[in-house]
């Protein structure tokens, strides 16, 4: 039997050779990575820049995919493929026609908001959400059109549920949980799961310890049981994994992307002052190499094997080759 | 017989729905198209927003030509294949990395300098002319990587030659004249021209009547019969057209290819302060419907038709598909 595709769809580690080297060893055949939080056009641009460096320089371990067969050629050739996507969408700034030049460049997929009110909807730490913005509904098409996914991980409840209806292909909550388990800010309501299933969308299930029960302290079997719940209440096709490792990140980097240039104040987004830094990883996902570890765990569930390779891997290819370019005629 | 390409590897025009459909009266198979003069990356980018409009409501007349094979598909379905291209090296601003990037947003031709002194080579209007900088020589090395084409139409002699010497790839004169047939500071000596020849690089041969003898009032049999003795100097397979076509423009944007924003002062160029605005065209070339006449006027000089059906486009192709993206292994 072949392995299953192994797919992260989302990490922003500090990247290095290691943590390539790392995805070789964790047999990782692609992972979505965060190059913009609250970075405008031009800086976007310089992070792809800093990207084409990493291409140019370890052609052996990555690619960049633009589309689900990049990620096949990649495992036929044993390297990691990458995707890039936005956590907010500050590299379009007020302009509609940057939609397609960031597709162009490779962006995949975009958040509508982070966490605070976007041009384009509401992020899940604002007090109000006044649904999705004029100017939303005008990118909310763009996206469709060329093929950019809409990725709602950080948007708040209606503006999240009002995207869903809006858009006319399947959205993604790239990096979160469900609130049942754990009722943290970020994770989403069983309304909104239920919708996006029910739309064809992915959620994609977060290892950062804030969106965990139990923290840093969460288990595996904890962990794995609630993605087989979830798999009961929205399909197991609709599931995969958006890990938000954030590996060898300095803590200035979990302040840049809470403030970003937006308060001159202290925000500890979902940390506290006692608490302020990136928190501990669980002991059982410390890296690239440790996915494994999850496969085993949803197998332990009771899991098929399908159902397993579906979750790791081969629901966010099927999702990526639907979801990445212009919709086939 | 079928009808030999036409590619015009040079035109800024006013582009509109009038000249696109002019371009399928004239069958002409692909358009080197300036987005830049002076413009910086944003700024280009912005450009090629406005061209991406234009290929969203004109699929019937044209497409964006990213390789040879585009303008082969153009023709096969009846359109234009749009190829772009840069006059100045100031969407690269001072950073070598936009040099992939505006590859991947489909730049395929870059001139090192447009009339003045530039970060990277020296133009044909500066009095002295002290060759490729160290800027410029990185710059021609990851040019030649990433497959954008090194044009000096508008650069000086010595940065020329140094140039082609550099550069593991040919380059393109795309739009210029040989100064022996008219002395303008424009065109091009043998020394160069042979040079270019033995590079494996093309001359596209301008119709802006500054760079033609007699202005205005120069004959289709002397344009063709100037075509024709630089075939004898240079070889039939190392010339094509670059018409350099400004169709409805108004004055003011041949001011700003002049001045851009480098001088508060007027410069009238090729002009004169008697004639300080666009040329009239020669009235047997005043549009994209008139390549049929040049082509019965290179047959009319005694060119086989092998030789015609290169220097209207065949030439450029196989340049194209060289020169167009990463060196084949």
Redesign the interface.
């Known amino acids: 039997m072949t392995r299953p595709y192994r797919i992260d769809c989302l990490q922003y580690a500090n990247w290095s050779e290691k943590v390539f080297r790392q995805m070789r060893e964790g047999a990782v055949d692609a992972v979505h990575v965060t190059i913009a939080y609250h970075e405008n056009?031009?800086e976007t641009?310089?992070n792809?820049?800093?990207w084409?460096?990493h291409f140019e320089r370890h052609p052996d371990l990555i690619l960049h995919a633009r589309t689900g067969d990049d990620i096949r050629r990649a495992r036929e050739t044993g390297r990691t493929a990458i995707i890039f996507g936005f956590q907010n969408p500050s590299p379009i700034e007020d302009?509609i026609?940057?939609v397609?030049?960031v597709h162009?460049?490779?962006a995949r997929f975009m958040q509508l908001t982070y966490n605070n009110q976007s041009l384009l909807a509401t992020g899940c730490y604002e007090d109000e959400d006044p649904g999705v913005t004029r100017m939303g509904r005008a990118v909310i098409a763009e996206m469709n059109r060329v093929g950019l996914v809409i990725d709602m991980s950080h948007s708040a409840e209606r503006s999240t549920l009002e995207a869903m209806e809006i858009s006319t292909r399947p959205i993604a909550i790239t990096h979160a949980n469900p609130h049942t388990w754990h009722p943290a800010l970020r994770n989403k309501s069983d309304t909104v799961l239920k919708a996006l299933a029910e739309s064809g969308g992915m959620l994609g299930f977060s290892l950062y310890p804030h969106h965990l029960k139990g923290g840093t302290a969460c288990t595996l079997e904890d962990f794995c049981t609630t993605i087989a719940r979830t798999a009961d209440l929205m399909g197991p096709e609709r599931i995969g994994i958006g890990s938000d490792l954030c590996q060898d990140q300095p803590d200035s980097i979990v302040e840049w992307m809470r403030t970003g240039r937006w308060t001159k104040a202290v925000d500890y987004g979902e940390g506290s002052a006692d608490a302020p830094g990136f928190p501990p990883m669980p002991d059982w996902f410390a890296d690239n190499r440790d996915f494994g570890t999850i496969e085993d765990g949803l197998r332990a569930t009771g899991l098929s094997e399908t159902e397993v390779a579906g979750i790791m891997g081969e629901n966010w290819l099927r999702f990526y080759d639907d979801g990445f370019g212009p919709k086939a005629e």
Chains 1, 2 share one sequence.
């Open positions: 056009f031009r641009v310089l792809i820049e800093a084409n460096r302009d026609g940057l397609e030049i162009t460049l490779g």
